[in-house]
């Protein structure tokens, strides 16, 4: 019997791109996204959705104590900022003359990197 090829979907925003929150407790904030999870379709921005973590003292981290991290965001709840107008936008994609599916900005449409 054959396996199923299971792809994950790709997202529209990508690791080093700049979002802003639109719904939330960090509502209208800006930031750079540290890191995308494909599996649950998260992301990490920076300075964003920070939350406590209690470590237990153990014996790599003798220290342990309360922690201020960045939580992971449903990238529903994120919106691209365009490159160009410094404005939030929708992301679109369409081939460019390689026959590559590219992203581009809805608002301007210009590409985006």
Do not use: C, F, W
């Not at 529209?12 to 995308?36: A, F, Q, Y």
């Not at 201020?68 to 919106?79: D, F, G, P, R, T």
């Amino acid at each position: 019997m054959e396996k199923k090829k299971t792809t994950q979907p790709k997202l529209h925003i990508r690791k080093g791109d700049k979002v802003r929150v639109i719904t939330g407790d960090d509502k209208g904030k800006e930031g750079v996204v540290l890191e995308v999870i494909l599996e649950k379709n998260r992301a990490v921005v920076e300075g964003l959705n920070i939350v406590t973590k209690h470590e237990k003292p153990s014996a790599g981290k003798p220290e342990g104590g309360i922690k201020k991290v960045e939580a992971s965001i449903h990238v529903s709840n994120l919106q691209l900022i365009d490159p160009a107008s410094g404005k939030a936008t929708r992301v679109g994609r369409k081939l460019n003359e390689k026959g590559k599916l590219q992203r581009y900005a809805k608002k301007t449409g210009e590409l985006i990197k």
